[in-house]
């Protein structure tokens, strides 16, 4: 089994920044594929970004290119999103996902993911 708990979520205005951390348990975590996902009320949950277990690579959705970074800590078990330059429609609940089943490839759908943690609230006001 596989818990994780992300913190960091918000209140914050346009154009500010803020960085999510997904805290995962269990030794096999630096083998998972690690992604963020997001839900708006009334949306279906979408990808925002994904890295592989080393790291090395790394993709993300259109909408977040060149203003989001995710990143991982495989000593401390927890990945990161930082998240720059946030406008309203950024405005979500954010969730973390482990891939359990070993790959190198980019995963970013959410049938990839088995383990999904309980979300964390990020709210941009204009």
């Known amino acids: 089994q596989v818990q994780l708990v992300e913190s960091g979520g918000g209140l914050v205005q346009a154009g500010d920044s803020l960085r999510l951390s997904c805290a995962a348990s269990?030794?096999?975590?630096?083998?998972?594929?690690m992604g963020w996902f997001r839900q708006a009320p009334g949306k279906e949950r979408e990808f925002v970004a994904t890295?592989?277990?080393?790291?090395?690579?790394?993709t993300y959705a259109d909408s977040v290119k060149g203003r989001f970074i995710i990143s991982r800590d495989n000593s401390k078990n927890t990945v990161y999103l930082q998240m720059n330059s946030l406008s309203p429609e950024d405005t979500a609940q954010y969730y973390c996902?482990?891939?359990?089943?070993?790959?190198?490839?980019?995963?970013?759908?959410?049938?990839?993911?088995?383990?999904w943690g309980q979300g964390t609230q990020v709210t941009v006001s204009s």
């Open positions: 996902s482990a891939r359990s089943k070993f790959t190198t490839e980019i995963m970013a759908r959410t049938s990839d993911y088995d383990y």
């Open positions: 269990g030794r096999a975590f630096s083998l998972y594929n």
């Open positions: 890295i592989t277990w080393s790291g090395t690579r790394t």
